[in-house]
């Protein structure tokens, strides 16, 4: 599978902004999908995820109840709306993807990159203060 997140761009701090994964392939359903963010100058973090059935999702305490994961398999696609925005939450975000035989049964509560073996490229989210 293919991945291209877009969506960033500039917010206020206190705005939202939602970012959109679109994937190629016929078989997107099947992939549990995730977020990851990367500060300059710091390591890349798990933000969210869901199972490929999108009956569950997993938060990085940081964002739980500003941030929500979801998808639409009819657009092949897993978005991240992102509210109350923070100076914090700056940076390049990444969408991931691992098909589902390998995710296993409590696969989206990891926060590892070794969880995931799809990447997109990032695209940019700067909130200003």
């Known amino acids: 599978v293919q991945l291209q997140a877009s969506g960033g761009g500039l917010a206020q701090a206190g705005g939202s902004l939602r970012l959109s994964c679109a994937a190629s392939?016929?078989?997107?359903?099947?992939?549990?999908m995730g977020w990851f963010r990367q500060a300059s100058g710091k390591e890349r973090e798990f933000v969210a995820a869901?199972?490929?059935?999108?009956?569950?999702?997993h938060y990085a305490d940081s964002v739980k109840g500003r941030f929500t994961i979801s998808r639409d398999d009819a657009k092949n696609a897993v978005y991240l709306q992102m509210n109350s925005l923070k100076s914090e939450d700056t940076a390049v975000y990444y969408c991931?993807?691992?098909?589902?035989?390998?995710?296993?049964?409590?696969?989206?509560?990891?926060?590892?990159?070794?969880?995931?073996?799809?990447w997109g490229q990032g695209t940019l989210v700067t909130v200003s203060s």
């Open positions: 392939g016929r078989t997107f359903s099947r992939y549990g």
């Open positions: 991931a993807a691992r098909y589902s035989s390998r995710c296993g049964s409590n696969w989206y509560l990891h926060h590892g990159l070794w969880a995931y073996d799809y």
């Open positions: 869901i199972t490929w059935s999108g009956g569950s999702t």
